[in-house]
């Protein structure tokens, strides 16, 4: 499985950005009932989750730094997996990475180790 993440860039405080993840490579069969994940990592931090989705859309997962301003959502039609991220903040400012978990389940709180295939990431910038 490949994962190409892209979609960032610099934006002002209170602004939009969306990042998109494209997969492919071994994306049928039961690569439906994987979950697919964004998180960030932050310049001297670790890698944090950020949200999460059932490839099918029917399940999802945020964390609470971003609950109620950005939104993940999949299109399998185009094998591809978004971050709208809204309301952004200078802490915000990170480089996102999307991935795809190693097993068909997760807990609603994930780390990066229940996931397998990385994509190389994408910076985003946010300024006050």
């Known amino acids: 499985v490949q994962l190409q993440a892209s979609g960032g860039g610099l934006v002002q405080a209170g602004g939009s950005l969306r990042l998109s993840c494209a997969a492919s490579g071994g994306t049928g069969g039961s690569f439906g009932n994987y979950f697919m994940g964004w998180f960030r990592q932050a310049p001297g931090k670790e890698r944090k989750f950020v949200a999460t989705?059932?490839?099918?859309?029917?399940?999802?997962y945020y964390a609470d730094f971003v609950k109620g301003r950005f939104t993940i959502s999949s299109d399998n039609t185009k094998n591809t997996v978004f971050l709208q991220m809204n309301s952004l903040k200078p802490e915000d400012t990170a480089v996102y990475y999307c991935?795809?978990?190693?097993?068909?389940?997760?807990?609603?709180?994930?780390?990066?180790?229940?996931?397998?295939?990385w994509g190389q990431g994408t910076l985003v910038t946010v300024s006050s």
């Open positions: 989705i059932k490839w099918s859309g029917s399940n999802s």
């Open positions: 991935a795809r978990s190693r097993l068909l389940i997760l807990p609603p709180k994930p780390s990066a180790s229940n996931f397998g295939f």
